[in-house]
């Protein structure tokens, strides 16, 4: 004997699947493990013939060879039918939608996947097999396909279901009796009940998951709860519906959930319950249904995933005006920082919001004067901050809205955009194996381990320090920038730039009591902290600034952390890591700074960029060549527009000698220098200058002396980069010279540096060359009245590789020769100090230089020789 059955409580997919099973084995008998449910009960009853089934009573189980299970998979949903599991004289075939259970059955055959109903499994199958379909299967199977899938609307629907429905429709289905006893219309007991646990429900978001929970209780028994509490979900637009329902001695325990929020049969499966992970229901006997449902609320804390919330994506603080504000200073603020609408707010609450297009229409009319409040909208649909992204986006489709203002109870804390969202729901678009591996959110992911891998243990320990400080004052605390770059590129870092929500004036100065001196620039915000052992931090308030015309200072407002990441140059240095306790570690890139990292591209944040602060042309150039990048197409074709309009041409000087000298002091400059001639940067910088290959050749010489032997050349005092700005002059006339100098405003020392470099190559040519040997000594008293700097110059300058080698003969060890006696020994030995002390150190000096005396002994004996002590 050959038995099919499903799981106790049937629906219209195990009647359905049962029915179609019997087509696969003709031979079988059906049978149910229990009680159906009443809509079920009430099919079976108008057609009684059509599909016998019996009774577990009237089976025989000693006879039963074949067990085929359809619409589950656990032992403990098949009732009496379980004793025949593990018999070996029992075939047991399973045919199933749901996921893994804690009982699974073990079968021969297992035929299992993830579809809306298990009638689409078995329905392909006899599609497959060309098993003919009657036009009154056909339309049960739709049913039970259409009851399980929610009318082809719940999120574990599949193409295939929309396909079976398909085939089903062609081989007879009439689908018009469906509603009829899927949807059936309530009656006034269900009405009541449907009404009674809308009236007692309450909202919570829990862990961004809007959930909805109700209770009510029954003196006579209802059936259909599971659509009551599908329809509760509805109703308050929930990820999450609860319900706790008694009715006569019994509570029942339904749950329904959205795809990948919660696992409701998971969740109930403590209690004994079973079901789908969107669907699941439990039976319990005197139980007070509050009491579980308050007991089940906490469990959701723990048990629900922490999802985004609006919070985690909002933009915070908001530029907002105040209903008084007239239309003229509305419209120049949103002009000046690019916003197409503000919320319009007054003691923290929002009254309205204004778009530009209402500004601009006031405007037209001659309403400049006029104030906000006139013109703004009212009743302004808002989202709460613990709300999740996915209600967010809800609202804003709904409404068809470009933007959100998020309240925490009904205060105005942040605002969110399309944008925003568009970004934050990226990794539910990818497909499940792809958002496994994706980060949350396409701008952060967790860096925490890379903080302590890279950072050296004591900037670790102050960040840190930094971060909890921030934390216990109400802020947030950010490492941004540069540091952020070369901790993702493994490359080292000593800078410490940290960025603070707050104001961090207030910050710098509740550290006055700690072992460091605080300095603080109160116009900006700003300060630097430098602590006991020299680690210096510089801290800025998280700011926008706003340029009022071309190369203009900034003018700057405190912002979110979002706007002081969008005013800075690239997007690879507009990234930002969380050094709060909380968020430690988590990596803020609203731009594609780290994409950008990847591709080695470098590329501005936006196209005016360059227009507002032309330094970002050098800085750029100076970056791609320092990091072996190459600049973005777009960036580089904004890059010489700016070239092209002369906004480099007209930077102070103090602001233009601060980009070279940083250029020119880096460990490799002759790249960046050699790409600024490529992109005519000298030409627009100094016109008429003339770069040739002897300067070209003598920045790749500077470049390699100062990487490769620079550890034995004296102290340039940090003006080694004016040989650099000499070489660039070299083969210019004197007028441009002059004109290079003056364009930079160099102070007299550094000038006297530059004329000596450019005017005395020649002179030193002469004096140094020639195949005649030339006495260290001599070389050296050449270089008395020499700066350094202008020496290293010439020895890169210089064609004649005798005078080059001489040069540098000086640089790496005749400056720093000294002879072994001291001023101190002579005086002890009995010479007095004054002018006759100094020759005899100065000659002592030179006879070391040229290696005539070569030990203390030596040079002792030679001073007692040559000047001897009177009297003595």
């Known amino acids: 004997m050959k038995i099919i059955t499903s799981h106790m409580g049937n629906d219209f997919d195990s009647i359905a699947s049962m029915v179609a099973a019997s087509k696969l084995y003709p031979d079988a008998v059906l049978s149910l493990s229990g009680s159906t449910s009443r809509t079920v009960r009430d099919f079976l009853r108008k057609f009684p013939q059509r599909w016998p089934i019996v009774t577990p009573r009237k089976v025989r189980k000693d006879e039963v060879t074949q067990l085929i299970v359809v619409d589950t998979r656990s032992r403990s949903r098949i009732g009496p039918f379980a004793t025949l599991l593990g018999r070996h004289d029992v075939s047991v075939h399973v045919y199933d939608h749901h996921p893994p259970s804690s009982d699974d059955i073990d079968g021969e055959l297992m035929v299992i996947d993830p579809v809306g109903a298990t009638t689409t499994l078995l329905v392909e199958i006899l599609l497959q097999r060309h098993i003919h379909v009657t036009p009154h299967e056909a339309t049960l199977f739709a049913m039970g396909i259409y009851e399980d899938t929610g009318g082809l609307t719940f999120g574990g629907t599949t193409v295939r279901d929309f396909t079976a429905i398909s085939n089903l429709k062609e081989l007879g289905a009439d ?9 059936m219309s309530f009656s006034a007991s269900e009405r009541r009940i449907l009404d009674l646990l809308i009236e ?16 009510t209780a029954s ?19 929930a990820d999450i519906a609860l319900a706790a329902v008694r009715m006569e001695k019994r509570t029942y325990v339904v749950a329904r959930s959205h795809e990948n929020i919660l696992d409701v049969s998971k969740f109930l499966a403590h209690l004994g319950g079973g079901g789908h992970p969107q669907a699941s229901s439990v039976t319990l006997h005197n139980v007070r249904p509050l009491s579980i449902l308050e007991t089940l609320e906490k469990k959701l804390e723990e048990s629900i995933q922490p999802r985004l919330k609006v919070e985690d994506i909002m933009t915070s603080p908001v530029m907002a005006v105040e209903p008084d504000s007239s239309v003229n200073d509305a419209y120049r603020t949103m002009i000046r920082y690019g916003h197409s609408a503000l919320p319009v707010v007054f003691a923290g609450r929002v009254r309205g919001i204004i778009t530009r297009k209402d500004l601009d229409k006031a405007q037209l009319h001659g309403f400049g004067l006029a104030l906000v409040k006139e013109f703004m909208t009212e009743s302004v649909i808002s989202v709460a901050k613990e ?10 489709v709904f409404h068809n809205i470009g933007r959100l203002p998020v309240l925490d109870g009904k205060e105005l804390v942040g605002i969110i955009t399309r944008t925003d969202l568009v970004r934050a729901l990226y990794p539910e678009s990818l497909p499940p194996e792809e958002r496994k591996i994706a980060p949350e959110l396409p701008w952060s992911d967790n860096l925490e381990l890379l903080l302590q891998k890279k950072l050296k243990p004591r900037q670790l ?15 947030k605390a950010y490492i941004v920038g540069g540091i952020v770059r070369d901790l993702m590129l493994g490359r080292e870092s000593l800078d410490l730039d940290v960025v603070v929500e707050g104001n961090a004036v207030d ?28 680690v210096k931090v510089d801290v800025a308030t998280a700011r926008r600034e706003f340029y009022e015309y071309p190369l203009a200072q900034p003018k700057v407002s405190s912002d979110s952390l979002k706007h002081d990441l969008y005013r800075r140059d690239f997007t690879i240095n507009a990234m930002a890591i ?29 196209n005016l960029s360059f227009v507002e602060d032309s330094t970002r042309v050098i800085r750029g150039i100076r970056l791609e060549q320092r990091l072996n990048f190459h600049i973005e197409d777009n960036t580089l074709r904004l890059l010489t527009s700016c070239l092209r309009g002369g906004l480099l041409s007209r930077l102070s000087g103090y602001r233009l000698r601060s980009e070279l000298e940083l250029t020119m002091q880096e460990k490799n400059p002759y790249p960046a220098l050699k790409r600024m001639s490529e992109l005519s940067v000298w030409d627009i910088l100094f016109p008429g200058i003339r770069i040739g290959k002897t300067t070209m050749r003598t920045i790749r010489r500077l470049s390699a002396f100062l990487a490769r032997i620079s550890r034995d050349f004296p102290d340039f005092k940090g003006d080694e980069w004016l040989a650099f700005l000499a070489a660039l002059a070299m083969e210019s006339d004197e007028t441009i010279q002059s004109s290079v100098l003056d364009r930079l405003s160099l102070a007299p020392r550094e000038r006297e540096i530059m004329v000596q470099s450019l005017d005395g190559l020649g002179a030193a040519e002469q004096d140094l060359g020639g195949r005649i040997p030339k006495k260290n000594s001599e070389i050296y008293h050449y270089f008395y009245e020499v700066s350094p700097v202008t020496a290293l110059f010439w020895s890169a300058a210089t064609e004649r590789w005798r005078v080059r080698r001489r040069i540098l003969s000086f640089l790496t060890k005749l400056h720093k020769t000294k002879s072994y006696l001291t001023g101190r020994d002579l005086i002890q030995m009995g010479y007095r100090g004054g002018p ?27 001073v007692q020789r040559n000047f001897p002590i009177k009297g003595v």
């Open 461 to 475: 320990e102050v960040l840190t320090y930094l971060g909890e400080r921030a934390e216990a004052l109400g802020m």
């Open 836 to 862: 006759q002390l100094g020759q005899i150190l100065s000659q002592l000096r030179d006879r070391c230089l040229d290696e005539e005396l070569t030990s203390q002994e030596e040079e002792l004996a030679w």
């Open 578 to 606: 969380s050094i709060t306790p909380s968020t430690w570690g988590t990596l803020v890139d609203y731009f594609g700074g780290r994409r950008d990292l990847k591709k080695k591209t470098l590329k501005v944040l936006h």
């Open 507 to 534: 910050f710098l100065k509740s550290l006055k009591q700690e072992d460091c001196h605080i300095s603080v620039h109160e116009r900006y915000k700003t300060g630097t902290l430098v602590f006991g052992d020299g």
């Open 200 to 215: 007692n429900a309450w909202v919570r978001y829990i862990n961004g998951a809007r959930v909805v929970l109700s209770y």
């Open 175 to 183: 689908l018009t009796i469906i509603p009829a006893h899927i949807e």
């Open 219 to 237: 003196s006579v028994y209802v059936d259909g709860l599971s659509l009551f509490v599908h329809r509760l979900r509805d109703y308050f637009t």
């Open 387 to 396: 709300a999740s992204i996915s209600e967010a986006h809800r609202i804003l």
